[in-house]
């Protein structure tokens, strides 16, 4: 199974990022994490997205704050997809974090989930390696379902209590 690269522009957004990390342990799918800065580190960035797809990486998870530009910058420099993680900052909320992300020129795209998803970039993740990974189609299949589950479950405590 190919690799998930898990790549961040600070260790300060780790803890959003875990979720992602956690999705994919969740799944079962390799991974490997970095920090790696657009700005302080752009020949780091060049050097680790020109070689990610021979080092057997499937999917760039990259999750930054404030000017984001490290999803863009890998993006840049390998086909493989990458999918961005707008990080939550104290001056915006995020705001600037997102338009920084999914407002990519032409012919760079990088796909782009909520300020702090990175969970469900972890999803993303295994859905694009599933297209390739059988193995991954059930465990998707299974976790949406017990998602369906839980969420009839909450339905039916609701039904019987008072409001």
């Known amino acids: 199974m190919k ?7 600070s260790d300060s957004d780790l803890p959003v990022m875990k979720d992602a990390v956690d999705k994919l342990k969740q799944f079962g799918i390799p991974y490997e994490v970095h920090v790696i800065s657009a700005h302080r580190t752009p020949a780091a960035a060049e050097q680790f997205a020109s070689t990610a797809a021979e080092k057997g990486f499937g999917v760039i998870i990259a999750g930054a704050g ?3 530009h490290l999803g863009g910058v890998l993006a840049a420099y390998t086909t493989l997809p990458v999918i961005g993680v ?11 974090s997102l338009l ?3 407002q990519m020129p032409s012919g760079i795209p990088v796909a782009t989930v909520g300020v702090n998803g990175a969970a469900n970039a972890g999803i993303l993740a295994a859905q694009m390696l599933a297209l390739e990974e059988p193995s ?6 299974d976790f949406k379902a017990e ?6 479950e909450k ?6 209590a008072e409001i």
């Open 3 to 9: 690799k998930v690269a898990v790549i961040m522009g």
């Open 66 to 68: 404030k000017a984001a």
């Open 86 to 96: 707008p990080i939550k900052t104290s001056m915006m909320g995020g705001l600037d």
């Open 100 to 102: 920084s992300i999914v």
């Open 136 to 141: 991954l189609v059930q465990k998707l299949a």
């Open 147 to 152: 998602m369906a589950r839980q969420v009839a």
């Open 155 to 160: 339905d039916a405590k609701l039904q019987t």
